[in-house]
């Protein structure tokens, strides 16, 4: 089993294998690189920095945080960051009862006995704190906190069948992206309308493989809600030193974002997948990046959102990340494989596919024009071969910059 491990730890031994070493960055050999105003420059800045960090950490620092005074978080789904979040938070406190409700029994036995996700994250030992349940009243009951990590599409059914055993006063920390197929709804409009009431909630986004967070790498996500305390209690809980937690009350870009980035994410596959080179993909990703700016903004996403984690942070990540679920999607079809064939074989949710067909609609509905998402939309509807998409996209009009 590969063992999680800090980030600072591993921090710390690059450091060690640096210092001494002839001709390093740290080394005895070193000759400053800026003029000696310009470097005091630079340490003062520096200074500056570690003094307000020192000085904001001491006010906020008062009473007790919010895992330390949690006994049980319950977490929706048993996928691989469900996983990796519920982890994150037992390795935190390990008092800490974390408890994933599943459906699948055989799973929930595997991860009880042998203490790993044997399905979505077979790799890694799972901290001893971390137990399964089929039992949504058991899983539930005590537990100050619901992560809940259930795709977008089963959601509302998910959801629906454990309103009456969630309490209403339990925040619910969302971190599934996409848009509802039919309704085109994002699920912060999904949680009240499948509960029926208002739930507290956070929605947690950003460039976070589940992967790199078992591991302990440094990660940076967000989290978003319309109650600004609320956020900020959230970033308290998940916190570490390897997970940096922003905050923000634009649920709606960190949602639109979060969403539009898997379609991208296709279309980057494709072109992966069709071998057509780095200046491709890197005109493709500036285009739908474009696009997802044209969107979210018609949608109301503040523009410090869509240059965020949760926006730029996230595609960058999703189109160029090789553990990406929807980027892997678009290399297959790129190469010629069946989108039938590809979710057959695939254990995990590309939210991207079901999500592009719901993008095009909200594009309409607010007069977008978005070329190259709607070209994932066609592919994958098979009405368009990834070759002909590209080819349709760059023999567009020549137009200015926008």
Same mark, same amino acid.
């Given at each position: 089993?590969?063992?999680?491990?800090?980030?600072?730890?591993?921090?710390?031994?690059?450091?060690?294998?640096?210092?001494?070493?002839?001709?390093?960055?740290?080394?005895? %050999?070193?000759?400053?690189?800026?003029?000696? @105003?310009?470097?005091?420059?630079?340490?003062?800045?520096?200074?500056?920095?570690?003094?307000?960090?020192?000085?904001?950490?001491?006010?906020?620092?008062?009473?007790?945080?919010?895992?330390?005074?949690?006994?049980?978080?319950?977490?929706?789904?048993?996928? %691989?960051?469900?996983?990796?979040?519920?982890?994150?938070?037992?390795?935190?406190?390990?008092?800490?009862?974390?408890?994933?409700?599943?459906r699948d029994p055989y799973l929930c036995?595997?991860?009880?006995?042998?203490?790993?996700?044997?399905?979505?994250?077979?790799?890694?030992?799972?901290?001893?704190?971390?137990?399964?349940?089929?039992?949504?009243?058991?899983?539930?009951?005590?537990?100050?906190?619901?992560?809940?990590?259930?795709?977008?599409?089963?959601?509302?059914?998910?959801?629906?069948?454990?309103?009456?055993?969630?309490?209403?006063?339990?925040?619910?920390?969302?971190?599934?992206?996409?848009?509802?197929?039919?309704?085109?709804?994002?699920?912060?409009?999904?949680?009240?309308?499948?509960?029926?009431?208002?739930?507290?909630?956070?929605?947690?986004?950003?460039?976070?493989?589940?992967?790199?967070?078992?591991?302990?790498?440094?990660?940076?996500?967000?989290?978003?809600?319309?109650?600004?305390?609320?956020?900020?209690?959230?970033?308290?809980?998940?916190?570490?030193?390897?997970?940096?937690?922003?905050? %923000?009350?634009?649920?709606?870009?960190?949602?639109?974002?979060?969403?539009?980035?898997?379609?991208? @994410?296709?279309?980057?596959g494709i072109v992966e997948g069709l071998?057509?080179?780095?200046?491709?993909?890197?005109?493709?990703?500036?285009?739908?990046?474009?696009?997802?700016?044209?969107?979210?903004?018609?949608?109301?996403?503040?523009?410090?959102?869509?240059?965020?984690?949760?926006?730029?942070?996230?595609?960058?990540?999703?189109?160029?990340?090789?553990?990406?679920?929807?980027?892997?999607?678009?290399?297959?079809?790129?190469?010629?494989?069946?989108?039938?064939?590809?979710?057959?074989?695939?254990?995990?949710?590309?939210?991207?596919?079901a999500t592009a067909g719901v993008v095009? %609609?909200?594009?309409?509905?607010?007069?977008?024009?978005?070329?190259?998402?709607?070209?994932?939309?066609?592919?994958?509807?098979?009405?368009?071969?990834?070759?002909?998409?590209?080819?349709?996209?760059?023999?567009?009009?020549?137009?200015?910059?926008?």
């Amino acid at each position: 089993m590969q063992q999680q491990h800090a980030a600072a730890g591993l921090a710390a031994s690059v450091s060690a294998e640096l210092v001494g070493q002839p001709g390093s960055a740290l080394g005895p %050999s070193f000759a400053p690189l800026y003029p000696p @105003a310009e470097r005091s420059q630079i340490q003062e800045s520096w200074d500056a920095l570690m003094r307000w960090s020192k000085t904001f950490s001491k006010r906020s620092g008062n009473g007790l945080s919010p895992i330390e005074a949690a006994d049980k978080v319950v977490v929706f789904g048993g996928g %691989s960051f469900g996983t990796a979040m519920g982890s994150s938070l037992a390795l935190k406190k390990p008092q800490l009862d974390v408890v994933l409700l599943l459906r699948d029994p055989y799973l929930c036995k595997d991860i009880n006995s042998t203490h790993c996700n044997t399905k979505y994250l077979p790799a890694f030992t799972l901290p001893r704190n971390v137990r399964a349940t089929t039992d949504a009243a058991e899983a539930i009951a005590g537990a100050q906190y619901a992560v809940h990590a259930v795709p977008v599409q089963h959601s509302r059914s998910f959801l629906t069948g454990v309103r009456d055993v969630l309490p209403k006063d339990v925040p619910i920390v969302c971190v599934s992206k996409g848009l509802e197929v039919g309704s085109g709804c994002m699920m912060s409009e999904v949680i009240p309308s499948a509960l029926g009431r208002r739930q507290p909630a956070v929605f947690l986004s950003g460039p976070s493989f589940a992967k790199e967070v078992m591991q302990g790498r440094p990660t940076g996500v967000v989290a978003a809600s319309k109650d600004a305390g609320l956020a900020r209690e959230i970033q308290e809980l998940f916190a570490s030193p390897c997970m940096r937690v922003n905050t %923000s009350t634009d649920v709606t870009g960190v949602e639109i974002c979060g969403a539009l980035k898997n379609v991208l @994410a296709i279309a980057a596959g494709i072109v992966e997948g069709l071998d057509l080179g780095h200046n491709a993909l890197a005109a493709l990703i500036a285009q739908g990046c474009a696009e997802i700016r044209w969107l979210s903004q018609k949608v109301g996403a503040k523009p410090a959102t869509i240059s965020g984690l949760s926006g730029l942070g996230d595609i960058m990540l999703t189109c160029y990340g090789d553990l990406s679920r929807n980027r892997s999607v678009g290399v297959r079809l790129g190469r010629g494989e069946k989108l039938h064939d590809i979710l057959a074989s695939s254990t995990q949710v590309a939210e991207g596919v079901a999500t592009a067909g719901v993008v095009v %609609s909200l594009a309409r509905k607010y007069r977008v024009s978005l070329p190259v998402l709607t070209a994932v939309a066609q592919v994958l509807d098979n009405n368009l071969e990834p070759a002909e998409a590209v080819a349709a996209v760059m023999n567009l009009p020549q137009i200015e910059e926008r």
